[in-house]
T-cell receptor, first 114, second 109 residues
Framework: NAGVTQTPKFQVLKTGQSMTLQCAQD?????MYWYRQDPGMGLRLIYY???????DKGEVPNGYNVSRLNKREFSLRLESAAPSQTSVYFC?????????????FGDGTRLSIL | GQSLEQPSEVTAVEGAIVQINCTYQ??????LSWYQQHDGGAPTFLSY????GLEETGRFSSFLSRSDSYGYLLLQELQMKDSASYFC??????????FGPGTRLSVLP
């Protein structure tokens, strides 16, 4: 039972470097989400994809881009990493965005930017 | 806009009952959910209220009052493993999700 799989689990970048965080779900969910969580804080939505082929900005989209590659995969890209983007990133999926079904989360990617 | 408020910390002893409150202000409302997150772990779903009243799932119950823009999570027969952060959350527009700041619960022996 894989659920939501995120890669990598840990990453250290230098300021200005780029990278892509990968997320895949095997539950045939329509909706997928990217959040960031800073120490002692709640989750803040970066981008979401209500269904395959659509993406929308969340609360904190600046500095990020996303791609819904197919129904299973939703990637998050940092084009030019900044220290302020040091955080734990969670990907989540849901049956759909309107039924208020539970969100299922991956284990997170711990990203440090020096 | 939309925002949710929760107490930052709650402490209780094993075997006790604790209530974690959540108040919200939102232009739209599509239900209130609760998630648990242990340190270093991922959030996991606990319960959901679409309508007013109490929803019970084992030792955990969740309550919603839409007229008061208020909900709470009730944890009974507290165990040490219940020490975690608890988040209320809702989809204000029906599509995306907003999470509260979280309440850190410490269960003491």
């Amino acid at each position: 039972n894989a659920g939501v799989t995120q890669t990598p689990k840990f990453q250290v970048l230098k300021t200005g470097q780029s990278m892509t965080l990968q997320c895949a779900q095997d539950m045939n969910h329509n909706s997928m989400y990217w959040y960031r969580q800073d120490p002692g804080m709640g989750l803040r939505l970066i981008y979401y994809s209500a269904s395959e082929g659509t993406t929308d900005k969340g609360e904190v989209p600046n500095g990020y881009n996303v791609s819904r590659l197919n129904k299973r995969e939703f990637s998050l890209r940092l084009e030019s990493a900044a220290p302020s983007q040091t955080s734990v990133y969670f990907c989540a999926s849901c049956v759909d965005s309107y039924s208020n079904q539970p969100q299922h989360f991956g284990d997170g990617t711990r990203l440090s930017i020096l | 806009g939309q925002s949710l408020e929760q107490p930052s910390e709650v402490t209780a002893v094993e075997g006790a009952i604790v209530q974690i409150n959540c108040t919200y202000q939102t232009s739209g409302f599509y239900g209130l959910s609760w998630y648990q997150q242990h340190d270093g772990g991922a959030p996991t779903f606990l319960s959901y209220n679409a309508l007013d009243g109490l929803e019970e799932t084992g030792r955990f119950s969740s309550f919603l009052s839409r007229s008061d823009s208020y909900g709470y999570l009730l944890l009974q027969e507290l165990q040490m493993k219940d020490s975690a952060s608890y988040f209320c959350a809702h989809p204000p527009s029906g599509q995306n999700f907003v999470f509260g700041p979280g309440t850190r619960l410490s269960v003491l022996p």
